[in-house]
């Protein structure tokens, strides 16, 4: 290889190392929000507080990781994205060691709900991030790889928490998890370059997005409902497995593995139907997912049903969450940051409120009631998509 052909071979190469870091990224803010669905249990046992308690957790951080990304994205609009990022993985960093030595609930409450806020950020810049490393004609590739942080956090990330905590405790899963954001904070000063910010708009032009786009407010919409159902009941994935399947701990772990490389094939078949019809990917993706929940309720006593059910569950979510993710680009091209950043508080917020309506069902109705409302949820989402695709309207979707 001549020299030009190394440099050119760099140059070639190096973006896709900045996407790498970003991916990165979204695997430990991903992981970090929802280690707690695969330690319930023992948080709950470690603090003295009831289940439905330590699914807060999950809930004040997506609270935070909502509501506040709309007005930091706008606020922060001449911040470098580079520069940007790194912060928020800084104080991810720190929020984690804080948790693994926090000796009460309320402070872990606290911290959580800062880290929240760091967490909607970067869900809110990061897919663009990524989009913009690359030539215009990588971008939706680069978008895609990126998404694929979610279904490896599913595979390794929780599940290899949930292990974790069975070798050591859950203090010690969150100090390890304090350690790899810092690993990433150092990937991404190193590997993404400069990245001024780009088509940032303020916060009143953010929140009229909706108003004045019906095809972005008709997304926003489908992933409250499906991100409200799906996280409903994923949330509690752990105490209804163990209360219907007898599961371990270990099982536990199989199972929560068995999701994510769903999530994953979900994520690698999604890609080129998404490209060609993303309203269809997200119709069959609900509509595979409702049926999981179905399953889940009749066939998750046994061992080998529940793997099966969380295998589907996980390729239905995958399918989902890329095309979602389209939607929202292609309803909003010009303005795709501040779209995404309405679409990380429409699914942050939910994913609070879900962890919150499914506590109060688990902890008053039991663990099944829960996955009821997430096929309640869920169908909701399917439908009111399908009833969009078969109006008649001027402006399509996608």
């Known amino acids: 290889m001549t020299l030009q052909q190394e440099v050119r071979h760099e140059s070639a190469v190096r973006p896709w190392l900045g996407v790498a870091a970003i991916t990165a990224s979204l695997f430990v803010f991903l992981t970090t929000e929802l280690m707690p669905v695969g330690l319930l249990t023992p948080i709950s046992a470690g603090l003295d ?203 536990v772990t199989i199972t929560l593995m068995a999701y994510g490389a769903g999530g994953a094939i979900g994520n690698l078949v999604a890609g080129p139907v998404v490209a060609r019809n993303a309203r269809g990917g997200f119709l069959a993706g609900s509509a595979g997912l409702v049926a999981s929940l179905l399953a889940l309720l009749f066939l998750g006593q046994s061992a080998a049903g529940a793997v099966v059910t969380l295998v589907v569950w996980g390729v239905a979510f995958g399918v989902v969450q890329l095309s979602q993710v389209t939607m929202t680009q292609a309803a909003a091209p010009e303005t795709f940051e501040a779209a995404m950043s309405l679409n990380t508080m429409a699914y942050n917020t939910s994913i609070a409120l879900g962890a919150l309506v499914g506590g109060v069902f688990a902890d008053r109705l039991g663990v099944s009631s829960v996955v009821w409302f997430g096929i309640g949820l869920t169908a909701a989402a399917l439908l009111l998509v399908l009833a969009a695709q078969t109006s008649r309207t001027r402006r399509p979707l996608v």
């Not at 935070?64 to 940007?84: D, E, Q, Y």
């Not at 060691?97 to 872990?108: E, G, H």
């Not at 370059?193 to 997005?209: C, G, I, K, M, Y």
């Open 49 to 251: 507080i009831s289940v439905g308690a330590a699914g807060l957790m999950v809930t004040l951080m997506g609270v935070s990781a909502g509501l506040g990304v709309p007005f930091i994205v706008a606020w922060t609009r001449r911040v470098n994205r580079r520069v940007l990022l790194a912060t928020l993985l800084a104080v991810l960093t720190l929020g984690n060691l804080i948790t693994a030595v926090s000796p009460s609930y309320p402070l872990v409450l606290g911290t959580r709900l800062v880290m929240g806020f760091a967490s909607g950020v970067f869900w809110g810049i990061g897919v663009a991030m990524a989009m913009r490393l690359v030539p215009e004609r990588h971008a939706s590739r680069a978008a895609s790889v990126v998404m694929s942080g979610i279904s490896i956090g599913a595979v390794a990330g929780i599940p290899l928490g949930t292990a974790l905590e069975s070798l050591t405790d859950w203090r010690t899963t969150f100090l390890i998890w304090s350690g790899l954001s810092a690993l990433v904070f150092v990937a991404v000063a190193v590997l993404v370059p400069s990245l001024p910010s780009a088509n940032a708009v303020s916060v009143r032009e953010v929140f009229l997005l909706p108003l004045r786009n019906g095809p972005l407010r008709l997304v926003l919409t489908a992933v409250v409902l499906f991100v409200l159902g799906h996280f409903g009941a994923y949330t509690f994935v752990r105490p209804f497995l163990e209360e219907h399947a007898g599961a371990t701990p270990l099982f």
